[in-house]
């Protein structure tokens, strides 16, 4: 039985890379994305989850738009990392398709709900929608078969040098969802940047079609940041927490109490780590093993691009 999967996201050149996986391994069923305003806006992280159903066809899947912005601060996005549109230098055709219609909200408290224990969600943008799912419907905590996020780190930075931008760009919501009554799977960043598509991993993705050129190939090499240190390749970081659903053998993880800091004047939105803490309320990923990683990832991209005719 492949396991169930709801993924909240901000699609993003790293989302969108996400969904190909979520949507490739067979042992993964995709069964709702839900969308919130992060990387870009939500009418366009929502467009581009269309798009990207489409495109790749999983016309069934529901996706659901939620939260435009932030619980109470003002919405700031990362257009500068992944382009105007969040899809880099990738335009895919306008969907044909349309949302669900109902919130994004809703739509993660009906589906755990109905299948409690079952579905494992996924977060890879800012946690507004959850912090509403979970303000709206508590249960959904224990509901939930698991809870993995992309955010966060235990060293450093991308948005600021203290915070990571998915819990910088919404702090009050991930102190809802950190303080809630559920194990939180922490993907930070000093896991994601092991994850890193170098110039080896891009030539290797590059012999896969049309789906690598016209996709793949395009959204794993958009951009350069010269403030991470040994910059190797842009990092997949919401591939990771995917792929930590499928193949949690790959990753090393450790307990720990998160807290979330919201009013530190240079390090809101900091996720303050403590290993050694008495009541840890999150896992926390520390290490991947990077060969392994790639190879699992190759195989699914490789899997949907044979099958892919544009
Ligand atoms: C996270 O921020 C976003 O820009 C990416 O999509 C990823 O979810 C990395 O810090
Ligand atoms: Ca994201």
């Given at each position: 039985?492949?396991?169930?999967?709801?993924?909240?996201?901000?699609?993003?050149?790293?989302?969108?890379?996400?969904?190909?996986?979520?949507?490739?391994?067979?042992?993964?069923?995709?069964?709702?994305?839900?969308?919130?305003?992060?990387?870009?806006?939500?009418?366009?992280?929502?467009?581009?989850?269309?798009?990207?159903?489409?495109?790749?066809?999983?016309?069934?899947?529901?996706?659901?738009?939620?939260?435009?912005?932030?619980?109470?601060?003002?919405?700031?996005?990362?257009?500068?990392?992944?382009?105007?549109?969040?899809?880099?230098?990738?335009?895919?055709?306008?969907?044909?398709?349309?949302?669900?219609?109902?919130?994004?909200?809703?739509?993660?408290?009906?589906?755990?709900?109905?299948?409690?224990?079952?579905?494992?969600?996924?977060?890879?943008?800012?946690?507004?929608?959850?912090?509403?799912?979970?303000?709206?419907?508590?249960?959904?905590?224990?509901?939930?078969?698991?809870?993995?996020?992309?955010?966060?780190?235990?060293?450093?930075?991308?948005?600021?040098?203290?915070?990571?931008?998915?819990?910088w760009a919404d702090?009050?919501?991930?102190?809802?969802?950190?303080?809630?009554?559920?194990?939180?799977?922490?993907?930070?960043?000093?896991?994601?940047?092991?994850?890193?598509?170098?110039?080896?991993?891009?030539?290797?993705?590059?012999?896969?079609?049309?789906?690598?050129?016209?996709?793949?190939?395009?959204?794993?090499?958009?951009?350069?940041?010269?403030?991470?240190?040994?910059?190797?390749?842009?990092?997949?970081?919401?591939?990771?927490?995917?792929?930590?659903?499928?193949?949690?053998?790959?990753?090393?993880?450790?307990?720990?109490?998160?807290?979330?800091?919201?009013?530190?004047?240079?390090?809101?939105?900091?996720?303050v780590v403590d290993?050694?803490?008495?009541?840890?309320?999150?896992?926390?990923?520390?290490?991947?093993?990077?060969?392994?990683?790639?190879?699992?990832?190759?195989?699914?991209?490789?899997?949907?691009?044979?099958?892919?005719?544009?």
């Amino acid at each position: 039985m492949p396991f169930r999967l709801l993924l909240d996201c901000d699609p993003g050149l790293d989302d969108a890379l996400a969904l190909l996986l979520a949507h490739g391994d067979p042992d993964l069923e995709l069964i709702g994305v839900t969308t919130v305003g992060g990387n870009v806006t939500l009418q366009n992280t929502t467009r581009n989850a269309l798009r990207l159903r489409e495109y790749l066809k999983f016309p069934k899947v529901p996706v659901s738009a939620g939260a435009a912005g932030p619980l109470t601060r003002q919405f700031r996005d990362a257009a500068h990392v992944h382009g105007a549109g969040g899809l880099g230098s990738v335009t895919l055709p306008e969907a044909t398709l349309a949302v669900t219609g109902i919130h994004a909200v809703d739509f993660i408290i009906d589906t755990l709900r109905a299948t409690p224990g079952a579905v494992h969600l996924v977060a890879t943008g800012p946690l507004t929608n959850i912090a509403l799912a979970l303000e709206k419907e508590p249960a959904i905590a224990r509901w939930a078969a698991s809870f993995t996020i992309m955010g966060g780190s235990f060293t450093r930075g991308n948005a600021t040098v203290a915070a990571e931008f998915n819990i910088w760009a919404d702090p009050e919501a991930a102190r809802i969802v950190f303080d809630a009554d559920w194990q939180v799977t922490m993907i930070g960043l000093d896991l994601t940047l092991q994850a890193q598509a170098n110039s080896i991993v891009v030539d290797r993705l590059s012999t896969l079609g049309a789906l690598a050129d016209d996709l793949i190939v395009p959204l794993a090499t958009f951009y350069f940041n010269p403030n991470v240190p040994d910059w190797d390749g842009q990092a997949v970081h919401d591939v990771c927490a995917v792929a930590y659903v499928a193949r949690p053998d790959l990753f090393e993880t450790r307990p720990a109490r998160v807290d979330i800091e919201t009013t530190g004047e240079f390090t809101s939105g900091m996720t303050v780590v403590d290993f050694d803490a008495p009541s840890p309320n999150a896992m926390v990923a520390t290490r991947l093993d990077v060969n392994g990683f790639w190879a699992y990832v190759e195989t699914v991209y490789a899997r949907v691009a044979a099958e892919h005719t544009g």
